[in-house]
């Protein structure tokens, strides 16, 4: 668990985040969250490494991510896992992110172009589930296409201020909720927002 944990984080830190956006890419650099266009951000560089590092990762996990965005976190997962499902909804955003992965030699990634707020039944269950846009509650599917001891982390709240939530499902399927920190991410929008 520490190897791992400091094998994410020299990943981590070799990873260009410049080499994930079009735009803006002179504050790469910068611990903030970046537009990426279409209204969205590429996400603060320290919370996708402590996303990563706290869902736990293992070289056998299937991992669903909603929200694909520039891709970014998309890679840091794909690295520590089996496979990744990764859902975005807008087009542009879904076809660059899946150029650049490729082009970074990832054969793990599966892209789908959709909404993601309603999972992505056919491949569930997911042994962790990553949603990288804000919703006002859980998505009832995403909850149920979360494998048993399966997790999930999804930030829960308003458009302006949610609380990052690891949801852990156990061996008889009840959830338990641990509250990391408050943080704002772009919103969730779909059929569950
Ligand atoms: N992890 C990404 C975060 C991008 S911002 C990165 O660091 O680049 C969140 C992304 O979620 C946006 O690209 C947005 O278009 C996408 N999104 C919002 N609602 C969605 C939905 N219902 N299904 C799939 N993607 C969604």
Redesign the pocket.
């Known amino acids: 668990m520490a190897n791992q944990n400091e094998d994410i984080i020299s990943y981590f830190q070799k990873l260009d985040r410049g080499f994930?956006m079009d735009e803006l890419k002179e504050f790469a650099y910068m611990d903030e969250a970046i537009p990426?266009g279409?209204e969205?951000?590429?996400?603060q560089p320290s919370l996708?490494l402590e996303m990563t590092v706290a869902i736990d990762l293992q070289p056998d996990v299937k991992v669903l991510e909603?929200?694909?965005?520039?891709?970014?976190?998309?890679a840091l997962l794909a690295a520590f896992s089996d496979a990744v499902y990764t859902?975005?909804?807008?087009a542009a955003?879904h076809e660059r992110a899946k150029e650049r992965l490729k082009k970074a030699g990832f054969s793990n990634i599966h892209f789908m172009l959709?909404?993601?707020?309603t999972g992505w039944e056919e491949h569930a269950p997911y042994d962790r589930i990553m949603v990288?846009?804000a919703a006002a509650q859980v998505p009832r599917g995403l909850m149920d296409q979360l494998a048993i001891r399966g997790k999930m982390i999804i930030p829960v709240g308003t458009s302006l201020l949610q609380e990052l939530l690891l949801l852990e499902k156990d061996e008889d399927g009840e959830i338990h909720k641990t509250v990391l920190e408050e943080v704002r991410?772009?919103?969730?929008?779909?059929k569950y927002e």
Do not use: N, W
């Open positions: 994930f990426i279409h969205q951000t590429i996400s996708v909603i929200g694909t965005g520039s891709g970014y976190q998309t859902i975005e909804r807008i955003l959709d909404d993601g707020s990288t846009a991410f772009v919103p969730l929008k779909g």
